[in-house]
């Protein structure tokens, strides 16, 4: 079993940057982000291996969004830059224990989630 705490969310203007966090306890695979927006399906944000290696991002965030990851400290974080009224979601933080992509339905374990809101 893998646990996965968020933090990091809150309330920010267009333009404005935050920072997520997710501290994973076992082994991963690879971690991902995603978010879901009321009424609207999860979406794949970003995912990255452990292991380091290739990282993915949706079309959406790419060019704004980075995720990195802290090996020592088990922990994936997302950056935002450039926050858009659009970017405002429940973020999740989601492992997997075999394969890296920002499709949620390969993802074994899931984060309680933290909110992001972002006003215009």
């Known amino acids: 079993q893998v646990q996965l705490v968020e933090s990091g969310g809150g309330s920010v203007q267009a333009g404005g940057s935050l920072r997520l966090s997710c501290a994973a306890s076992?082994?991963?695979?690879?971690m991902g982000w995603f978010r879901q927006a009321p009424g609207k399906e999860r979406e794949g944000v970003a995912a990255?291996?452990?292991?380091?290696?290739?990282?993915y991002y949706s079309g959406s965030v790419k060019g704004r969004f980075t995720i990195s990851q802290d090996n020592a400290k088990n922990t994936v974080y997302l950056q935002m830059n450039s926050l858009k009224p659009e970017d405002t979601a429940m973020y999740y933080c989601?492992?997997?224990?075999?394969?890296?992509?920002?499709?949620?339905?390969?993802?074994?374990?899931w984060g309680q989630g933290t909110q992001v809101t972002v006003s215009s």
């Open positions: 989601a492992a997997d224990h075999s394969r890296c992509s920002v499709a949620a339905e390969n993802y074994d374990y």
């Open positions: 076992g082994y991963t695979y690879c």
């Open positions: 990255i291996p452990t292991g380091g290696g290739v990282t």
